[in-house]
């Protein structure tokens, strides 16, 4: 294949697509269809998880009821394969909790005329210093 040159708006419209199912409860479960059953992987907060059904187990055990959150910066790049590389800079706020900077890294691969998330990474700016 070659490099997919709508890679940044393919990025952009997933990155709200994505954000626009998981901020909203009544909608979350809806994420499962960006998966695939038994290729994408998950890491949430250092947990590694395989398949669309654990990842959506995950997502189902997050415990806030709110979300806000704002994007500060999505940077895309094609891959050889026609998958698009993305990275999400932001801030969020969970229910009552203080407003954490995050990044999330997506891999999506193409797939028939569409793509799903083969990979997703999820970390917290957190930082332990003990």
């Not at 998880?49 to 806000?68: D, V, W, Y």
């Not at 999330?104 to 930082?127: A, E, N, T, W, Y």
């Amino acid at each position: 294949m070659t490099l997919n040159l709508q890679y940044e708006a393919i990025g952009k419209g997933f990155v709200q697509q994505y954000y626009a199912l998981f901020d909203d409860p009544n909608q979350r479960r809806n994420l499962a269809n960006m998966y695939n059953v038994e290729l994408s992987f998950m890491t949430f907060e250092g947990v590694q998880i395989q398949g669309a059904p654990k990842i959506m187990e995950k997502i189902a055990s997050l415990t806030f009821q709110k979300i806000n959150r704002i994007i500060t910066a999505v940077d895309s790049q094609p891959m050889f394969d026609g998958g698009v590389l993305i990275n999400v800079l932001g801030r969020l706020q969970a229910d009552d909790d203080p407003p954490h900077a995050y990044s999330q890294v997506f891999v999506l691969k193409p797939l028939g005329g569409s793509f799903f998330v083969q990979h997703d990474i999820f970390r917290l700016g957190i930082h332990d210093s003990a």
